[in-house]
């Protein structure tokens, strides 16, 4: 929820960014193409997209390993130099797909009624939807990373990064139910966080679907249903 937030942070001031754009030309008449800086970074910008929906359909189709920038690059119609000078290496380029997480799967309805909820089953429930809304719109991304980590170091830092944060979220869930003053006796709040987030990772939530065949809707419920026993008062 922490990582929600901080890309919601950021969505905020791209929205800003590209409104005072549209107002500056709503405001000038037309003149014709964009002076050339503005060209070249309108360009570049492309041309990093292009290469991170290259690299995510690779990685769902091949798997990560089997996966090479010059893959990427042909997919992409450029240089593998382009690639690393726009983007980067191929854990680079999981980080950086993993920044598409949140805005696709706009956790930001999820998120943003807990703050003036007070309902305790509503708030506890709300990992699970986070953890659902992941795996619907973004399943291939995560499998990417996680499959990733198995045979490349260096995407620790990304994995560790998105570790803090859902850890982060957790907490701020288990507080919210602390403040409520709706947590099971002798359950703190940090002892909720660490079940919460235990009990919501998306990792979990990959394994109810691959190895015992649990529909996303299963999941969502076993994950919810489990949260509520575990750390609201009976």
Known sequence: ILQVIVCRYDYLI?????WMESSEMAAKPETGTPPLPRRRA??????????????RRR????GYAATTLKDIATDTGVSVQTIYDSVGNKPELVRQLNDLIDAEAQIGEIVAPLLDETDPLVVARA????????????????????????????LAPALEEGGRRHRAGA????????????LR??????????TIAALADT???LLLIDDHQLTVDQVE??????????TLKP
Do not use: N
């Open 171 to 182: 907490g701020m869930v288990a507080a919210k139910l602390a403040s409520l003053g709706a």
């Open 14 to 18: 791209y929205t800003q960014v590209t």
């Open 203 to 205: 990792r979990l939530a």
């Open 59 to 62: 990685f769902a189709e091949h």
């Open 42 to 55: 309108l360009q570049a910008e492309q041309t990093r997209r292009d290469i991170l929906a290259a690299a």
């Open 185 to 194: 006796p002798g359950l703190d709040a940090e002892q909720a966080a660490l």
């Open 127 to 154: 990992p699970a939807r986070i953890t659902r809304r992941l795996i619907e719109r973004c399943g291939d991304i995560l499998r990417a990373g996680l499959a990733g980590s198995y045979t490349d170091d260096g």
């Open 221 to 230: 419920d076993w994950i919810a249903d489990t949260i509520v026993r575990a």
